[in-house]
């Protein structure tokens, strides 16, 4: 368990800032661009509250009102990571009922009470969370250690049926059998539990494609979480079959739309069309030139999640695309909303030539912050993936060359 309070200082200035200060950035009405400046402005007076309400609850020491306990009497030290903290608050407490002992000044003396009586409730708040994440961490390893993907292993093929046909009690005929597909992570961790042979993952389709001068793989649907959903957890290697796939698949995407004159990113999504009840239809939306199947359905229809995916790929790109969404209004009180419906059948009538999806599907959404923790933490969830001793005796099946004679896309960009 390694999350940290770290950036002390960051943290201090971020929580100071005044809501006059606030206040005074109040865009000109006469600007252009006023109404997106406010949008923004409400946006981060919205998560400064947050963060307060955070340190309140679990690190009111961190509250600008105790900074004099820090400058003064050099009572608060540097940030500790999470399972460290209810020793970091006895500590603390000790050297406030210290300084209380030793009379120091009126107002720090006020200062240090207030801040001890804190103190219990933010112990017992995160000794309670301490012990839910170690919960979850326990629940989750259980749940990979008892999960067999063995009887779905079709024998004659050694390949991952798609689905265990409960009324028939048998495996349904069909398999997942291309290497550009969502399911390679689970091949993965199947070979790395011992659960089916390594042989499994070169009978996995390897199909080759060109798009915009870059060599990759077709995938069932041309979506780009079939090329970028399992790199969530698992690194690219510069120079393999699995990086060039991603690479084209994502330049294949942005021409496609580039082409539609609509932002990119797209995959599995629910669409602006809605059932009798007020739901909204769910589809493989994807892109044709990287699809083996090619669904006849309505289109484009962009979903952010699949830009988030795309952020270890081509980050300049992918952030200049979710900077373009937000504009859209594509932005909601919890995050990206699930689409914009660019279908002209549905969309075509409206003044902006789309309609925004508004909804949020949880696993979407975690796709989404597990790709923002590896793009602004170093890959974090990728090298806790990579430090566990089954998957370092497999990753080597990651690591596959392209055909000879195929050449580099180039260097990747890892410019934000």
């Given amino acids: ?5 770290h950036r002390h200082d960051s943290l201090h200035y971020l929580l100071d800032i005044p809501e006059a200060v606030l206040k005074d950035l109040q865009p000109s009405p006469a600007s252009s661009k006023s109404s997106e400046a406010l949008w923004l402005l409400e946006h981060a007076k919205e998560r400064i509250r ?7 609850l679990y ?9 004099g306990l820090k400058n003064d009497l050099a009572i608060l030290g540097d940030a500790v990571v999470l399972e460290q903290m209810p020793s970091f608050i006895d500590r603390l407490a000790i050297k406030l009922r210290a300084a209380l002992d030793s009379a120091v000044p009126g107002e720090l003396s006020k200062l240090c009470g207030e801040l001890l009586e804190l103190l219990p409730e933010s112990r017992s708040r995160t000794v309670r969370l301490i012990e839910d994440l170690k919960k979850i961490a326990d629940l989750s390893s259980k749940l990979v250690d008892e999960m067999d993907f063995g009887f779905l292993l079709n024998p004659g093929r050694n390949l991952l049926s798609v689905a265990y046909e409960v009324g028939h009690e048998h495996n349904h005929p069909a398999c997942y059998d291309l290497l550009a597909s969502e399911a390679r992570i ?6 790395a ?4 042979p390594q042989d499994s993952w070169f009978q996995l389709g390897r199909p080759p494609m060109a798009d915009q001068g870059t060599p990759g793989l077709l995938s069932w649907t041309g979506t780009m979480f079939e090329y970028l959903m399992p790199a969530l957890w698992t690194h690219l290697y510069p120079n393999t079959l699995l990086e060039r796939a991603a690479e084209a698949a994502v330049r294949s995407q942005r021409a496609y739309a580039s082409h539609k004159k609509v932002p990119w990113g797209i ?5 602006s069309q809605m059932d009798s009840s007020g739901n909204y239809f769910y589809f493989a939306f994807g892109v044709p030139q990287l699809a083996i199947h090619k669904p006849e359905q309505d289109g484009p229809v ?11 790929t081509d980050p300049d790109a992918a952030i200049r695309n979710l900077r373009n969404l937000r504009r859209k ?3 909601g009180a919890y995050g990206y909303y699930e689409s914009l419906d660019f279908s002209p059948s549905r969309a075509g009538s409206r003044s902006r030539g789309f309609e925004v999806v508004r909804c949020w599907m949880a696993h979407h959404q975690g796709m989404s912050l597990l790709a923002m923790a590896n793009f602004l933490r170093d890959e974090v969830i990728k090298n806790w993936f990579h430090s566990h001793p089954r998957v370092q005796a497999t990753e080597l099946l990651l690591q596959e060359k392209p055909a000879a004679g195929v050449t580099s896309a180039g260097p990747r960009s890892n410019a934000a």
């Fill in 302 to 312: 962009i979903s952010p999640y699949s830009t988030f995916l795309a952020l270890d």
């Fill in 193 to 196: 539990k011992d659960d089916i």
């Fill in 1 to 5: 368990m390694e999350t940290a309070l």
């Fill in 267 to 271: 995959s599995e999504s629910a669409s």
């Fill in 329 to 331: 209004r594509g932005v």
């Fill in 50 to 56: 947050q963060v307060c309400r955070v340190a309140q």
């Fill in 186 to 191: 689970a091949y993965f961790v199947a070979i």
């Fill in 59 to 67: 690190a009111p020491w961190l509250l600008p009102e105790y900074s």
